[in-house]
Every structure is written in structure tokens, then in C-alpha cells.
């Protein structure tokens, strides 16, 4: 796979990297899990040069970390960039979108210490390649929480720290206090709000962006064509942009996406992907999945240059039915 680097001083990283959220959280909750599967497809990315390995402390809760720690023992580790996130936590176990964990913030100083601790624990290793918080907390200014992020990486916990979901006035206030190596957001052909303000800012900096849901939590891939083909208790269920009034309407995006696809010789998820890395150099999109197949058609898309035409047509895309959230 091409790579590029985790911003202006970091690693280098496949051009698509590897989401572990779905593998133990937020999707088709109360399945069966196959952690010796996920776990195969862990291993798997970093064979195809996906590198870059992101989960966070609040999927499952917990239980994610202890899987790619899992899978990540012996030399997998040094193969791997491994970022995990702190900052969201589970209030109670259910409520939330598709009845998943109702989900809170905390960017307190002293929760965020405790936190790489335990992190590190669960992911057996001394040290996380990137941190990042989750979410900033409304009530802990950002300068706190980045300066115990900060801490972090000055004891060798972390060897760089990231936000998630932020302002451009949000990076320039934690960039006051340390440097910020990345920006994680949510980036698709159904979401394109980073690129008006966060994503030339990130450019013009040497900040990494790091979109997920860059298939559009599986819709622009074409998996689902109505709301009765989400699983029992799926957190999509819960999402405005899947309701069936909206996910009917957005059907036209998909459409158009396999027109494009079809021209090109390649598969839909692969055009999706394709436009997202096409957004710039510093752009490295971590699509979850935790089938081997989809892995494959996801790393396949690394190699996928779309025309100029191919482009303007995907930038043409009308917006998405519904909100994200």
C-alpha cells in the first residue's frame, strides 16, 4: 500500500489505515461477537500495509482495547501505528442511539492520567503511537484537558496526541499548549463539513485528518437499501440519515456512486474511499470493518485513481437526507 506520514513528524502510515469500533461496539450490538475473526483482520491490515490501527477506551466499553491488544502481541505490535482515544465515557449501559451505551464526556485532568494507564494495560504495550481525545468537554477548558494530554506524552505513554471532532479555534487553542499531530472527523461523500474550515487548516498546518465513517457507516458501500436490513439493536437505527423516509431519499447517492464505480471497474466502497484520500496527502481515512473481504476491497482502494471526471461528478453529489447525529 502507498503511504504517507502521521502528520508533519510522525510515522509512516499506509494511506488507508483500520477502524476497530464495529468489531466489539456501536454495530449489531447483541450479535454474536467473533473476536479470533476480528482479530484475523487485525493482523490481516498490517499485512496489507494498514497501518494505522485506531480504537478508543469507551467502545464496548473497554472490551475493543482488550481485543487489539489481543491481537496485537509479539512483533505485531512494532508493525503496528496504534492510536486509542479518551474523553467519551459510558454513563449506562444502554440508552443511547439503537440502544447502545448512553455515552458522556470527560476531559478532566485527572480522568485523562488514569486513563492512558489503564488503556496501556488493556492494549499490553508501555506506550500508544497516537492519543487522542475523543471529545472535548464543554465543562473542562480545552487548554486542561490537552495539557494532561500533553503530560502524557512527556512521560513516553504516547508518542503524539490528537483531537477528535474540533473546531479550527479549538486546534488553535490546544496547538498554544502542545502540538497537535492530528484531527479525527467524520469525512464522506454524505459528510463534507471538514472541508470548508478543519481540513485546510490541518492541511496548512501538518496536521494529519483522519476521517472515519468514510463509507458512510456502510450506506455509500451500497450494503443497505432500507431500514429493516439494519441489525437488531444496531446503533445506525438510531441515526436520523436511516430512517426510511431518509435512507429511501439517499438511495440516489448510492445509485449515482455505483454508476461511477462501474465506469471506473471498481467496487462502490472503493470510489468512496478513493474520493476521500483524494482530498489531500495528509488525509488518512480508518474505514471499520471487521469482515476479511471488506478489508480487502478497503485497502484494494489505496490503489484507485480516480479521473478528473470520476471526481467533479462525486464533488457534484447532492447532500444526504437527515442529520448525522
Request: overall charge negative; glycine content about 10%; proline content about 7%.
Amino acid at each position: 500500500m502507498r503511504t504517507t506520514t502521521l502528520g508533519s513528524t510522525g510515522p509512516e502510515v499506509g494511506v488507508i489505515g483500520l477502524g476497530c469500533m464495529g468489531m466489539s461496539h456501536g454495530y449489531d450490538i447483541t450479535g454474536p461477537r467473533d473476536d479470533d475473526t476480528s482479530i484475523s483482520v487485525i493482523r490481516q491490515a498490517l499485512d496489507l500495509g494498514a497501518t494505522l490501527i485506531d480504537t478508543s477506551d469507551v467502545y464496548g466499553p473497554y472490551t475493543n482495547e482488550e481485543l487489539v491488544g489481543r491481537a496485537l502481541t509479539g512483533g505485531e505490535r512494532e508493525r503496528a501505528v496504534l492510536a486509542t482515544k479518551v474523553g467519551l465515557v459510558a454513563t449506562s449501559p444502554t440508552g443511547g442511539p439503537g440502544n447502545s451505551p448512553r455515552i458522556g464526556n470527560n476531559g478532566r485532568p485527572e480522568h485523562i492520567r488514569a486513563a492512558i494507564d489503564e488503556s496501556l494495560r488493556r492494549l499490553g504495550t508501555d506506550h500508544v503511537d497516537l492519543y487522542q481525545l475523543h471529545r472535548v468537554d464543554p465543562q473542562v477548558p480545552i487548554e486542561e484537558s490537552w495539557g494532561a494530554m500533553a503530560e502524557v506524552v512527556a512521560a513516553g505513554k504516547a508518542r503524539q496526541i490528537g483531537l477528535s471532532e474540533v473546531t479550527v479555534a479549538q486546534i488553535v487553542r490546544a496547538q498554544a499548549v502542545h502540538p497537535v499531530a492530528s484531527v479525527q472527523s467524520e469525512l464522506s461523500l454524505w459528510t463534507r463539513d471538514p472541508l470548508t474550515e478543519v481540513l485546510p487548516y490541518c492541511a496548512q498546518q501538518g496536521i494529519a485528518f483522519l476521517p472515519f465513517s468514510p463509507l458512510g457507516r456502510g450506506f455509500l458501500a451500497g450494503r443497505f437499501s432500507s431500514f429493516d436490513d439494519l441489525p437488531a439493536d444496531d446503533f445506525r437505527r438510531g441515526l436520523p440519515r436511516f430512517q426510511q423516509d431518509a435512507l429511501r431519499a439517499n438511495l440516489a447517492i448510492v445509485a449515482r456512486v455505483r454508476e461511477i464505480a462501474d465506469r471506473a471497474g471498481v467496487s462502490p466502497a472503493q470510489v468512496a474511499l478513493a474520493w476521500v484520500v483524494a482530498q489531500g496527502d495528509q488525509v488518512i481515512p480508518i474505514p471499520g470493518t471487521k469482515t476479511p473481504r471488506y478489508l480487502l476491497d478497503n485497502c484494494a482502494a489505496a490503489d484507485v485513481r480516480l479521473s478528473a471526471e470520476d471526481l467533479a461528478d462525486l464533488d457534484a453529489l447532492p447532500a444526504p437526507e437527515g442529520g448525522r447525529y
